[in-house]
């Protein structure tokens, strides 16, 4: 086994993990040993990140040390940043406190991951990474919600591809929106109010940016998982394109179809546990789904 410092870099918020790995060649999902979440601090130096990174990375070992005996040291660290101002600083950061090899997320890394998009080098590489954990832990098709200062989907299809996706804005982002245009609405905290209809201004708000994100987001995964079926079906139509006899089982299996097919929704990112539990889908909460898949991408790289 191996282990890895992973680092995701958001807009908003950083998380850092520790995890372990199965050796170069081997399969298995990564071990999350321990984590820490911090505000993202923009701009920010070499020195800072370093700082930083020293005082996150005592406390990652801490963590996992009180866990479980001794904590081994990372082999190297993989780097997820979305903010391209802070990749530099972090990525030196890194190379100067963790041993063994650093990579980061982006265009010519391998993933493991086909990207069925008109620009790959656009995906961010969070998004990368939650496809690359969904997708070996869930199995195909799945669904990944990710919930940060954006909302993103992640869709990945039967062949394992990651075929498309939605970004929209975040819950938090919503919130700040609505006070910043408009003069007599003021900070709220995000949470659910009791009742749809509000009898103040701050649960009228509350209303509408924490109940329409959970709303918001089940309509569109009724699109999402609609659509990776109706592709399902298409792809399937294909391969039996040819013969006649087996055109007419599909076509009577698809008649017979009551529901679509099962797709696991997995949500993850800030409040996951409070914006599932309002959804009308099953989904499943994966807290450290981006950093599992940024191990992945680790030790993918590290064969030949």
Known sequence: MAHVLAADIGNTTARFGLLETAEAGA???????????????QPITTDEARMQLGQIFSELTSRASS???????????ILS??????TDAWHRALADTVPGRQ?????????????????????G??????AVAARAAYGVPVVVVDLGTTTNFEAI??????????????VAL????LAEAAARLPIIELRAPERVLGRSTREAMQSGVVLGE???IDGLLDAVVAELADNGKRARARLDEGSAAHENERGEADAGAATPMAIPIVITGENADAIAALLHHQTIVDDALTLRGLALIWQANQRG
């Open 27 to 41: 399969e298995g999902t990564p071990k999350l040993l321990s984590a820490c979440e911090v505000t993202t601090r």
């Open 67 to 77: 866990r479980g005996g001794a904590c081994p040291s990372p082999e190297g660290s």
């Open 81 to 86: 940043c979305v903010v391209p101002t802070l």
């Open 103 to 123: 990579l980061v997320v982006g265009p010519g890394l391998r993933s493991g991951v086909k990207l069925r998009f008109n620009d790959p080098s656009e995906v």
């Open 125 to 130: 590489p969070d998004r990368i990474a939650d």
């Open 157 to 170: 299809d039967a062949s394992g591809a990651f075929c498309g996706g939605i970004i929209a804005p975040g």
């Open 174 to 177: 919503g919130a700040r929106s």
């Open 214 to 216: 959970a709303a918001r």
